[in-house]
């Protein structure tokens, strides 16, 4: 009989933290053989194709920060959420909230100064996100709902919300589809590298990635979620406005989800249509996770995840495996980087008898 | 308007309230079981859609309707097994370890689906289940003909309720998973192996769930789209807090929202002029409002979302 | 009495460490059946961790383990408790919404439907047995901690357990509880079973006892017949030197009150009440101790206190101005040092480092922040300060705390609340779970803090320690205070009627 124990480890030394990760997208990357294989895609090939399709020319490689800058935000605001123990998987909703709000500014702006369109529609789509966000965080503090429920339950809300306009007030005149009219020039993100789609929402979020990282670590408000997502009752013996702190990471989650749809609306699609977000919220938990709730690991992960979805598009058109691939990949990296994370704390002790 | 207090309206809506209710009593009892042991099992939504998946593909392949449901069980009880691996024995965090299996899971499903299928123009259909009808019940006036005409997995569904509130709190097991649930420490103590009971119980939830995805795909429609599911595993979760964790109650949440599902599809056909998306949300906000009243005096089971390892005290 | 053929259990070269602490080192115990052993040691020395091996609980990393000649393998208390071997441990097993029958019977029914008539009917054939009455079909949560503890014990006789490990037994119980359960345990071994009776009250220990066994820092420094010895040897043997705690209190005139508590009536977690309309008062120098068994009360008044529970009614002062309750802030503001009871849940961020535990309070003074930026210069400082000060024994500020000593997490607590020079402390069950070393110094501190002119409030189930600190004494029992007496002239029995309910 054979049994298994897992007890607690010395500490690992400080480069574990850089090399954990690393090793854990190797080994999700030699998995994924598996499905390749399984899909009757050649090997070599496969991967030849993922890598080249994410990284080999001058466009791929600025459409791979293209596909990043999305999943960057949302895994910021899944894991700044998480970081204070507000666990936020609503950041689909509130993407879609953002990218709502950017549209009805977008659309309607024609009269205004053209320098102030753009503002108004980003802080305008932050802000959405955070409200959608802090609908939730409300409901957590006041009423003691939980909070997994109440942000995946409002996804769905904002969904259909999104469908009632796009039916209805918002849809582009004389169509039949629920898409809005296109934003007017002012409120497009401007591309920044010629020939590509390289666009300026992909410096916000580079620019997300520092700004949160600041705020974690140096400032009082970090601080404060750090003590709320480790002991929230020993935070609240201290003194710590428990309630507030939660608010105001929600507002900023949402927020930055809320950054991603207006980017996804005034940098790619123009206008506002059912599909524009494929789960980037629902993937940014994945990310979040995966970086270790990290600025610095999010933008790495956001990174993999990008050269990954990228990546698969051109695979699949070159040796048949599905892009779906992106997705089972996304579930492996995760477990594969949860058990790595274990083993930093643990180790298994077997015993024979 | 006045169609709606028709007959055949209130007849149809009864019919349609079970059938929508069905797949979330079935995710809403394997989630029951799941937390009444301790673990909150977020991979739910995943389950269900390899559930739907699996069934589908099996029924497609072999023709037979109720191997796809045997199909989707299977695959249901894998990948509890795998959330068992993760949260249980390993005691990763409840959240994140199921979050991962939904993520994983419908990733694989969507895999294999495009894999068997590519992408046809015309969906692939299969033959569905019919509905049965039962010989004596359905001669109750009213109500009878419409709520005994059914499909069999619903009648099933039925039968499981009473059943699962036997097993939690007539049995011997019962009261080991519901000691387990709310002082695994104590359970534990007292020579119940805790690690196992988790695990069966997120295996046989695991079952249920992928049933109630398989019932999408098999009764309720005959294809396999890829939003089948369209948050029903996360109204499950709902429903589990709303019935303050008994099979009973979360089933008449269950109703509830099969209830304004049904009514959302009847009242267009009246053609009441509220614009169709509106009612889709009406069962998410209500399932929130339901929430609110509920969550003040939940009963939580104390031990959800403790991993549980006896090594952690140093002396 | 004790019987000497085979030992009912013989625990051989036993060590068990944990990461980087041996908790056990080659520890060789044995177990008579009809005897009552005592396993004597202070906090940490290893009893627990000794019994719980015994328990199946834990696995030895050396040794090996007989149960009545049999070598054991002992992997879960399954395995043990199929062996008759049955632990009671501190922190209660049971689930308290659930019946008592419940509790008892889970996991040892037969068959597949839970049979509750006859588990009933055994139950209460027990129960006659050794006189542990209590109503099969009342939910746990209603009943008293002592009561708790005899369906624990009634667990244990319900699966046939003949070697029955009980671990600091006492601690939550009134002294009227104590005698009845040492009734109990000694008709438990009239029949021939042996109890393992882990401690570190050494009188209980003289009284109830056959056989003591006296560890320290994980090893077996010593075993007595129980007659055959006395407190002082074993209370040597116990701290390995010469027990010295001499506290020293200094006469100190009367002084202002710090702290008027009046009328003050509260609900405990359940809604029942948990005080009722208390008045107190404390003054500056002095140390009012408040003595009693948990769950009388004590931890909701100090939550009223330290701001993180509101009552019903009453009011309280500090420094003659109004407390704003239910705000922690409010709490700390009225330069109150708080140290709760659970340092560990309440008090502490264990994740955290060191450093960032030091701040909590002051985080958002002008000295270490600036416009929201934390300015870690001066946060190190204020940090490495405050570890100097309280001697903490650290690697560092940001060592993380978890990696710290129960003494040296209280030292943290300490410094963190009286290093603004508090002019009232609250302190709820300070030296619980700690040392004697950790205790003596606690004990020295806060008489410094008495002689700087802060008012004390101990709130300690530790009689002996209350005697010790305290210049007035009083007694909470069921949310009343039952009554109070000068700390230099109370007698125990007084103090232990009131502890039972018994006024005047």
């Not at chain 1, 933290?17 to 090793?23: F, G, L, R, T």
């Not at chain 2, 149809?12 to 301790?38: C, K, Q």
């Not at chain 2, 559930?51 to 199909?71: E, K, P, Q, R, Y």
């Not at chain 3, 129980?226 to 209370?235: P, S």
Request: charged residues 15%.
């Amino acid at each position: 009989m054979i049994r298994f124990r897992i007890i607690k480890r010395e500490p690992l030394p400080g480069w574990a933290k850089v090399v954990i990760p690393i090793a854990a997208i190797v080994v999700t990357l030699i998995l994924s053989a598996i499905p390749i294989l399984l899909a009757g895609g050649h090997l070599w090939k496969s991967y030849f194709y993922l890598f080249h399709g994410a990284l080999g020319t001058r466009y791929n490689l600025l459409e791979t920060f293209v596909k990043a800058s999305p999943l960057l935000l949302t895994g910021l605001a899944v894991a700044f959420a998480f970081r204070a123990k507000f666990w936020n998987i609503g950041a689909e909703g509130q993407l879609l909230a953002g990218a709502l709000t950017a549209t009805v500014f977008g659309v309607h702006m024609g009269s205004f100064p053209a320098f102030l369109v753009l503002p108004t529609v980003i802080i305008a789509g932050f802000l959405a996100g955070g409200l959608w966000a802090s609908i939730p965080a409300l409901l957590k503090t006041k009423l003691k709902v939980d909070d997994v429920v109440s942000t995946l339950l409002l996804n769905y809300v904002m969904v259909h919300i999104m469908g009632a306009l796009l039916f209805g007030p918002l849809q582009q005149p004389g169509s039949s589809w629920p898409r809005s009219s296109a934003i007017i020039e002012a409120a497009c993100y401007p591309i920044l590298m010629a020939r590509s789609r390289f666009h300026m929402g992909i410096i916000i979020s580079f620019a997300a990635v520092l700004i949160i990282w600041f705020i974690n670590k140096k400032t009082t408000f970090g601080y404060r979620a750090k003590a709320v997502g480790t002991n929230i009752r020993a935070a609240h013996f201290g003194g710590i406005n428990t309630t507030s702190v939660i608010l105001w990471t929600a507002l900023i989650s949402g927020g930055l989800a809320g950054l991603a749809g207006v980017g996804e609306l005034c940098a790619l699609q123009y206008r506002l249509i059912m599909d524009i977000s494929p789960g980037y919220g629902y993937s940014g938990i994945v990310i979040a996770m995966l970086g270790n709730l990290h600025p610095v690991g999010v933008l790495f992960s956001s990174l993999f995840f990008s050269v990954i979805i990228v990546g698969a598009q051109t695979m699949s058109r070159m040796t048949g495996v599905p892009t779906y691939i992106a997705e089972v990949i996304q579930g492996m990296a995760l477990m594969v980087m949860l058990i790595f994370l274990l083993f930093t704390e643990y180790k298994i002790r077997v015993k024979r008898k | 308007m006045s169609e709606i207090f028709d007959i055949a309206f209130i007849s149809g809506l009864i019919g349609a309230t079970m059938r929508m209710a069905t797949p979330i009593i079935f995710a809403t009892l394997g989630e029951i079981l799941s937390e009444r042991a301790g673990v909150l099992n977020l991979g739910i939504e995943g389950i269900m859609l390899m559930g739907a998946m699996t069934g589908f593909l099996f029924t497609f392949s072999t023709g037979s309707i109720w191997f796809g449901v045997f199909a989707a069980a299977c695959v249901g009880m894998l990948l509890g097994l795998l959330m068992a691996l993760l949260s249980v024995n390993l005691g990763l965090s409840q959240h994140v370890s199921g979050l991962g299996i939904t993520l994983f899971a419908t990733g694989l499903a969507m895999f294999i689906y495009r894999l068997h299928f590519g992408s046809p123009t015309v969906p692939p259909i299969v033959e569905p289940f019919k509905q049965v009808t039962l010989p004596v019940l359905c001669k109750i006036p009213l109500i009878g003909p419409a709520l005994f005409t059914q499909y069999s997995l619903t009648y099933i569904a039925w039968l499981l309720v009473p059943a699962m509130s036997i097993l939690l709190y007539k049995t011997n097991i019962g009261l080991k998973i519901r000691t387990v649930g709310e002082n695994p420490v104590g359970a534990d103590t007292v020579g119940v192996n805790v690690t196992l009971t988790r695990t069966l119980c997120l295996v046989f939830g695991g079952a249920l769930m992928g049933i109630g995805g398989a019932f999408l795909t098999l009764a309720h429609q005959n294809m396999f789209l890829i939003d089948v599911i369209g948050g029903r595993g996360w109204v499950a979760i709902a429903m589990v807090i709303f019935g303050n964790w008994d099979p009973l109650k979360g089933t008449i949440g269950a109703l509830i929202f099969g209830f304004m599902d049904g009514l959302q599809l009847r009242l267009q056909s009246v053609g009441l002029v509220i614009p169709f998306h509106i009612f889709l949300m009406i069962p998410y906000l209500l399932t929130i409002v339901a929430l609110i009243g509920v969550s003040r005096r939940a009963a939580v089971p104390a031990g959800l979302l403790k991993p549980y390892r006896r090594e952690e005290k140093g002396g | 009495m004790a019987n000497n053929d085979q030992p009912a259990v013989r625990m051989s070269s036993v060590t068990k460490r944990f990461l980087d602490v041996t908790a056990n080192k080659d520890v060789s115990f044995s177990l008579y059946s009809g005897e009552i052993c005592a396993l004597l040691g202070e906090n940490g020395a290893g009893k627990t961790t000794l019994m719980n091996i015994l328990f199946g609980y834990y696995t030895c990393d050396e040794g090996e383990i007989f149960i009545r000649g049999k070598k054991a393998d002992l992997s879960s208390p399954k395995d043990a408790i199929s062996r008759g071997v049955g632990m009671i441990h501190q922190h209660f097993a049971l689930v308290p919404s659930q019946t008592v029958l419940e509790n008892i019977i889970v996991g040892a029914g037969s068959g597949i439907f839970l049979n509750l008539k006859s588990a009933r009917r055994e139950l209460l054939g027990l129960q006659e047995r050794f006189g542990l009455k209590i109503d099969p079909d009342t939910r746990v949560w209603t009943l008293s901690v002592g009561e708790q503890q005899k369906v624990e014990i009634l667990k244990a006789l319900y699966r046939d357990v003949d070697i029955l490990i009980m671990d600091e037994p006492t601690a939550v119980l009134a002294p009227a509880e104590t005698v009845e359960l040492f009734n109990t345990l000694r008709s438990l071994v009239k029949e021939g079973r042996s109890v393992v009776f882990i401690s570190h009250k050494l009188n209980e220990v003289m009284d109830i006892s056959d056989r003591i066994v006296v560890l320290r820092s994980g090893q077996v420094v010593a075993e007595r017949q129980t007659a055959e010895t006395n407190a002082r040897e074993l209370a040597n043997l116990m701290v390995g030197r010469e027990l010295l705690e001499t506290i020293e209190k200094k006469e100190l005139p009367a002084a202002e009150p710090v702290l008027r508590i009046k009328s003050l009536s509260a609900l405990n977690d359940k809604k029942l009440a948990a005080l009722k309309s208390v008045d107190l008062i404390v003054r500056q120098n002095e140390i009012l101790g408040m003595a009693g068994i948990s769950g009388n009360g004590q931890k909701e008044l100090s939550e009223v206190l330290f701001g993180i529970r509101s009552p019903t009614d009453g009011f309280i002062q500090i420094n003659d101005k109004p407390l704003k309750f239910g705000s922690p802030t409010a709490s700390i503001k009225s330069h109150m040092g708080r140290i709760p009871e659970d340092r560990i849940d309440t008090g502490l961020l264990m994740d955290l480092s060191v450093e960032e535990n030091l701040i909590l309070e002051n985080h958002s003074s002008d000295d270490l922040q600036h416009y929201g930026l934390m300015r870690s210069k001066n946060i190190q400082q204020f940090s490495d300060d405050l570890i100097n000060r309280y001697n903490i024994k650290t690697a560092g500020g940001d060592a993380v705390t978890k990696s710290l000593s129960g003494g040296n997490l209280q030292k943290v607590m300490l410094a963190r609340e009286l290093a603004g020079e508090p002019s009232l402390i609250i302190a709820s069950q300070p030296t619980r779970g700690l040392d004697v070393g950790a205790m003596e110094y606690i004990h020295q501190r806060l008489l410094q803090e008495r002689e700087r002119g802060a008012g004390i409030l101990l709130i300690s189930e530790d009689l002996d320690e209350i005697l010790a600190l305290s210049d007035r004494i009083v007694v909470l029992f069921e949310g009343e205070i039952m009554g109070e007496a000068p700390g230099a002239t109370a007698s125990r029995e007084q103090i232990g009627l009131w502890m039972s309910g018994v006024k005047a």
